[in-house]
């Protein structure tokens, strides 16, 4: 079975404060998948990442995804308010063919 | 807006009882996924369709079932409902034949409620 360890699970910052959201697992993916979920609706996508030392920008948000594919990074820079919500980290591939294997969500909370 | 939608946003339903859900993949997408979200066990997948067939299997209780119509459409299943089986349930699709590296788009959910 595979596995992803997401951390921290709670997070509460002010904004303008940097974090990481870190997802492990001891299962290589063939690739990861980053969402973010507001209460009520369904998880959104951020982005995908296919390649062992990839890494991908979105605006404040770094994507890092390891170099043997079992572990990936979520970097949010000055965080604003509107970053508040679960993030969740996926895994495809593996013996997972198919479905996404989720970790547990990791809930930020960004403090005006 | 993901172009994955689903029907009906809430569910409020009594023990027992048998409801079908039902979702809409985004227009190409071949492969449809159902999802189960509840606070304890987070997101877990349940199954997934491909064209019509069955491609993949989670943890998906015999009684639940589903089933993927040649629109493309997809239904979900639950009987003898009880009262653990409230949760958020959340379609997905993604087009290329569910390849791993496909990337999988998320509708609304259905937020079911057992009374």
């Known amino acids: 079975t595979q596995l992803l360890e997401q951390s921290p699970q709670f997070l509460s910052i002010q904004e303008g404060e940097n974090l990481t959201v870190y997802c492990n697992s001891s299962?290589?993916?063939?690739?990861l998948q980053w969402y973010r979920q507001e209460p009520g609706e369904g998880p959104v996508l951020l982005v995908t990442?296919?390649?062992?030392?990839e890494v991908k920008k979105l605006k404040r948000l770094t994507f890092q995804f390891g170099d043997a594919r079992k572990d990936s990074s979520l970097h949010i820079t000055a965080a604003q308010p509107g970053d508040t919500g679960l993030y969740l980290c996926?895994?495809?591939?593996?013996?997972?063919?198919?479905?996404?294997?989720f970790g547990q969500g990791t809930i930020l909370t960004v403090h005006p | 807006d993901s172009g994955v939608t689903q029907t009906p946003k809430h569910l409020i339903t009594a023990t027992g009882q048998r409801v079908t859900l039902r979702c809409s993949p985004r227009?190409?997408?071949?492969?449809v996924y159902w999802y189960q979200q509840s606070l304890d066990q987070g997101l877990q997948f349940l199954i997934q369709?491909?064209?019509?067939?069955?491609?993949a299997k989670g943890n998906i209780l015999e009684r639940f079932s589903a089933q993927q119509f040649p629109d493309l459409h997809s239904e979900l299943n639950l009987s003898s409902l009880e009262l653990g089986d409230s949760a958020l349930y959340f379609c997905?699709?993604?087009?290329?034949?569910?390849?791993?590296?496909?990337?999988?788009?998320f509708g609304p959910g259905t937020r079911l409620t057992v009374l």
């Open positions: 997905a699709s993604s087009g290329r034949g569910g390849a791993v590296r496909d990337t999988q788009y």
């Open positions: 299962s290589v993916f063939s690739s």
């Open positions: 990442v296919v390649t062992g030392g």
């Open positions: 996926a895994g495809a591939g593996g013996t997972s063919y198919g479905k996404l294997t």
């Open positions: 227009s190409g997408d071949l492969s």
């Open positions: 369709y491909y064209n019509g067939e069955e491609r």
